[in-house]
C-alpha cells in the first residue's frame, strides 16, 4: 500500500473537493456572497441524539490468558456495522496475543495504560504506549502478534471495522503511531482526544470518527454523531451522565445520530465512537471477516 504522510495528504486536499470533505473545515480563498452566508448560519444544528439500547459490556478470556470486557459481539449486540468487534483488554505478562491470522477488516488499537508490541509476518515491529495508536489492516490476509511490553498493566481498546467489499483484497499495510503525535485538547477541564477525525494522523479505510474523552473531575462536554454514521458511547472509567441517564464503568450506549450532552461529577473516561455503515453483510468467523 502507498505511504503518504499527513502533510502530502492535506496538501492535496485542494484536488479533492468532489469528495464532501466540506470546505467550512480548510476556509476558502473564494470572496463569499453575504447571502449565501446567510443561507448557511439559517442551517438547523443536529439534532438530539437518542440512547437507542443500553447494555453491560461482559467479561470474557481471549488470546493467550488474556481477560477482556468485550462490548461486541455478544449476546446485546452482534456488530454495529462498519464496526465488528470492541474490546477493552487489560493483559499482564506472560498473557497475551501471540502469532495468529486475520483477514478482511482493519484491527485498531488504542492504548491507556502500559505498551504493548506488535509484530508481523510483514517485517513491521513496533511498540506502542499509552496515547498510541496501532492500525492493522489484514486485507486479502496477514498474521501478528500483540502482546504486552511492560511489567504492570497493559490496557486498550481494540476496534475492529469492516473492509468493504471492494477492498477486501487489498495488500496488508501496518502503521502504529506514538502519543505523542496524537491530537489532544482541553475544553472546560476535560480532555478530549481525537484517536481518528480530521485532526488526527490516522488514516483509515472506513468513515469514522474516535474520541476519548478525559473527566479530571465534575465537568460536562458535548459530542455529535454525525447523520449518516452509527454511533456508540463506552465507558471505560467512573460515571457518566449521557443524555440523561447515568452509565457505569463498563455500560455501553447505542445512539442514534445527533448531539449528545455528557456530564460527570468526578473522574470519568468515555470513548465516542462512530462509523458510515458499509450496508454489507458481516461475516464474522473467529479473525476473519469475510
Known amino acids: 500500500m502507498?505511504?503518504?504522510?499527513?502533510?502530502?495528504?492535506?496538501?492535496?486536499?485542494?484536488?479533492?473537493?468532489?469528495?464532501?470533505?466540506?470546505?467550512?473545515?480548510?476556509?476558502?480563498?473564494?470572496?463569499?456572497?453575504?447571502?449565501e452566508n446567510r443561507e448557511?448560519?439559517?442551517?438547523a444544528p443536529p439534532p438530539v441524539a437518542a440512547i437507542k439500547q443500553r447494555y453491560?459490556?461482559?467479561?470474557?478470556?481471549?488470546?493467550?490468558?488474556?481477560?477482556v470486557r468485550r462490548i461486541f459481539p455478544g449476546p446485546s449486540m452482534r456488530h454495529l456495522d462498519p464496526f465488528v468487534l470492541l474490546d477493552d483488554f487489560d493483559v499482564r505478562q506472560p498473557a497475551g496475543f501471540p502469532m495468529h491470522p486475520h483477514r478482511g477488516f482493519e484491527a485498531f488499537t488504542y492504548m491507556l495504560e502500559g505498551a504493548f508490541f506488535h509484530r508481523d509476518n510483514l517485517g513491521n515491529e513496533s511498540q506502542i504506549e499509552a496515547g498510541g495508536t496501532q492500525r492493522f489492516t489484514s486485507g486479502s490476509g496477514a498474521w501478528h502478534s500483540e502482546m504486552p511490553a511492560s511489567h504492570g498493566r497493559n490496557r486498550g481498546l481494540q476496534l475492529w471495522i469492516n473492509l468493504p467489499r471492494r477492498l477486501k483484497k487489498m495488500?496488508?499495510?501496518?502503521?502504529?503511531?506514538?502519543?505523542?503525535?496524537?491530537?489532544a485538547t482541553r475544553d472546560g477541564g476535560v480532555q478530549m482526544s481525537e484517536v481518528v477525525g480530521s485532526t488526527s494522523p490516522v488514516i483509515m479505510q472506513t468513515a469514522m470518527g474516535y474520541r476519548v474523552c478525559?473527566?479530571?473531575?465534575?465537568?460536562?462536554?458535548?459530542?455529535?454523531i454525525p447523520a449518516?454514521?452509527?454511533?456508540?458511547?463506552?465507558?471505560?472509567?467512573?460515571?457518566?451522565?449521557?443524555?440523561?441517564?447515568?452509565f457505569s464503568e463498563g455500560d455501553?450506549?447505542?445512539?442514534?445520530?445527533?448531539?449528545?450532552?455528557?456530564?460527570?461529577?468526578?473522574?470519568?473516561?468515555?470513548?465516542?465512537?462512530?462509523?458510515?455503515?458499509?450496508?454489507?453483510?458481516i461475516v464474522h468467523r473467529g479473525p476473519f471477516v469475510d
Open 171 to 183: 495488500p496488508p499495510d501496518y502503521e502504529g503511531i506514538a502519543a505523542k503525535y496524537m491530537p
Open 228 to 246: 449518516s454514521h452509527q454511533g456508540l458511547i463506552y465507558v471505560m472509567d467512573g460515571e457518566a451522565d449521557v443524555g440523561g441517564a447515568v
Open 2 to 35: 502507498a505511504r503518504w504522510t499527513r502533510r502530502e495528504a492535506l496538501g492535496g486536499l485542494s484536488t479533492l473537493g468532489g469528495l464532501g470533505l466540506g470546505c467550512g473545515a480548510f476556509g476558502s480563498l473564494e470572496r463569499q456572497d453575504p447571502e
Open 252 to 281: 455501553v450506549a447505542i445512539m442514534t445520530p445527533g448531539r449528545i450532552s455528557v456530564e460527570a461529577e468526578a473522574s470519568t473516561r468515555l470513548a465516542l465512537l462512530h462509523g458510515r455503515p458499509h450496508k454489507e453483510g
Open 40 to 43: 448557511v448560519a439559517a442551517v
Open 214 to 224: 478525559t473527566f479530571p473531575n465534575k465537568g460536562a462536554y458535548e459530542l455529535v
Open 56 to 67: 453491560a459490556a461482559r467479561w470474557t478470556r481471549d488470546g493467550a490468558g488474556a481477560t
